[in-house]
């Protein structure tokens, strides 16, 4: 989910699970190979479990770019095999790779004889209008010999003409029993679901055919389900008593972060969905995405927007 994932956003999921494993934004091997390393691959080690997840097509580049992540410290290593975005097809992967089932398998491959930790493998169910079960199932057989073991599978098909990432997103229509075909075919195989999850009982019914649930866009835009997880699917309490606390752990972040030039407003943006259905919550908002107290503490600011959840908004003139 690029530009949403982001390290600020996995730090705040974390203080709502501890055990949900967490995944970087795509992290192209161009930018580990050109571009500011620590900036593309530092993480808070409160984040474990987390994956790194990379976009690519060429074995030596990726090989290189899964040892910067093993270094790093990141728990597995995933190859993107599903984002259709005419940037990534520019640049020969993502979705497009789909084609090329023997490629992703050297790809995998040589990401495998690189590092000691897994190599997973994020992907679509078809591309364009190829909607056989066997397109699919053939791909998962090549890249699986090559040394993969788990598989994160978008129950849709990509549409690399015609369709806008987002669109993509939506318009291909979901077909969840060819993922759950892939695990009764695959029985030695890790095979996640990903696509269309939105409240805990569907997930708890795809967990009766597959090993795992990817949840995206949910998560994102109503994270306090994700406080449910850790008792719903792990067997223990999660780390959130409350939403009142996981705002106050995060304005502690962001003054860690503003000691280290790193200013609140772009890491508050990540949680404005964590009052979703209380009284207040669209002042809330207001308040944590005011560019007008942008100069001011994020303590400062969370008064601010404490005082709007129980009234009206504040007019706040800048400081």
């Given at each position: 989910?690029?530009?949403?994932?982001?390290?600020?956003?996995?730090?705040?999921?974390?203080?709502?699970?501890?055990?949900?494993?967490?995944?970087?934004?795509?992290?192209?091997?161009?930018?580990?190979?050109?571009?500011?390393?620590?900036?593309?691959?530092?993480?808070?080690?409160?984040?474990?479990?987390?994956?790194?997840?990379?976009?690519?097509s060429d074995t030596a580049e990726l090989a290189h770019a899964a040892r910067l992540g093993r270094q790093w410290g990141y728990d597995e290593i995933n190859l993107n095999c599903g984002c259709p975005s005419e940037r990534v097809q520019r640049g020969a992967f993502g979705a497009c790779l789909m084609a090329e089932p023997q490629l992703v398998a050297d790809c995998v491959k040589a990401m495998v004889d690189a590092v000691d930790i897994p190599v997973t493998v994020k992907h679509r169910i078809g591309i364009d209008r190829v909607e056989r079960y066997e397109f699919v199932r053939d791909f998962v057989g090549t890249v699986a010999e090559a040394g993969c073991r788990v598989f994160i599978v978008h129950a849709r098909n990509a549409w690399l003409q015609g369709l806008s990432p987002k669109e993509n997103r939506d318009v291909p229509p979901l077909r969840y029993e060819l993922v759950y075909q892939l695990k009764r075919e695959f029985p030695q195989l890790t095979i996640a679901i990903n696509g269309g999850f939105t409240h805990e009982d569907a997930v708890r019914q795809a967990l009766a055919h597959v090993d795992g649930v990817m949840v995206g866009r949910e998560a994102y835009h109503n994270p306090w389900s994700i406080a449910a997880w850790d008792a719903a699917f792990f067997g223990e309490p999660g780390p959130a008593a409350d939403r009142d606390a996981v705002e106050e752990a995060m304005v502690a972040y962001m003054e860690r972060q503003q000691a280290l030039g790193t200013g609140w407003y772009g890491i508050a943006r990540h949680m404005l969905g964590l009052r979703n259905g209380q009284p207040g919550a669209r002042r809330w908002r207001q308040a944590w995405s005011d560019h007008r107290m942008k100069d001011r503490s994020a303590r400062e600011v969370w008064a601010v927007a404490r005082a709007a959840l129980a009234g009206p908004a504040l007019d706040v003139q800048p400081a």
């Open positions: 989910m690029l530009d949403w994932t982001d390290r600020h956003c996995r730090f705040f999921h974390r203080l709502l699970s501890r055990h949900a494993r967490l995944y970087t934004e795509m992290v192209t091997t161009g930018a580990l190979l050109h571009g500011n390393v620590p900036r593309h691959l530092d993480f808070d080690a409160a984040e474990h479990p987390v994956a790194l997840q990379l976009g690519g």
